[in-house]
């Protein structure tokens, strides 16, 4: 229904019937239930550590969403390549079961118990780079999606993160 406004709303601007300030403030829609369950997972490790909250980007979820339906789609609902991107990434990929939004932060979290702060590494024969880019200080966006691959009997999950994380040489928080 406000989507059905926003024409009207910059029709009621050009004609100058509202000010700029007035439709500045005319309330945005909200979060659909997964982009909050994503943004509130993601920002309870966040405050966790002392980092700023994420915000969601409208612009990043329709990135993931174009890209985990691709991957569906096209790529058997394998892993996606996300080493050339813009963006930081994370993804999940599970087997025989759906995963929500919280389950795919909460494994990505997981890697919290083998990260030292101190030293800014990971303990040996493991990985931490799922979790320092949820927790990247400098990240201040997130956009994510989903993917359930009936044939494949799996689920994608992915997130970007604008600016991207992982910047070698840089502490997370």
């Avoid at 994420?54 to 979820?61: D, R, V």
């Avoid at 991107?85 to 993804?91: F, L, R, T, V």
């Avoid at 994510?144 to 910047?167: D, H, M, R, W």
Wanted: with cysteine; hydrophobic share 40%; glycine share 6%.
């Amino acid at each position: 229904m406000a989507s059905a406004l926003l024409p009207l709303l910059v029709l009621a601007i050009c004609h100058g019937y509202l000010s700029i300030e007035a439709a500045a403030q005319a309330p945005t829609p909200p979060l659909p239930s997964a982009a909050r369950d994503f943004l509130s997972a993601h920002n309870q490790a966040r405050a966790a550590v002392g980092v700023s909250p994420l915000k969601w980007s409208e612009m990043l979820a329709n990135a993931t969403s174009r890209l985990v339906r691709y991957q569906r789609n096209k790529m058997g609902c394998q892993f996606a390549n996300l080493t050339n991107s813009k963006y930081g990434g994370n993804q999940l990929w599970a087997s025989g079961m759906a995963v929500t939004p919280l389950m795919a932060v909460d494994n990505w979290v997981q890697e919290k118990a083998y990260y030292n702060r101190t030293d800014n590494s990971c303990e040996p024969n493991h990985q931490c780079g799922v979790y320092t880019q949820v927790v990247w200080k400098k990240s201040l966006e997130l956009g994510c999606a989903q993917a359930s691959c009936v044939k494949e009997q799996a689920s994608l999950t992915v997130c970007f993160y604008n600016p991207p994380g992982n910047i070698i040489g840089e502490s997370p928080y």
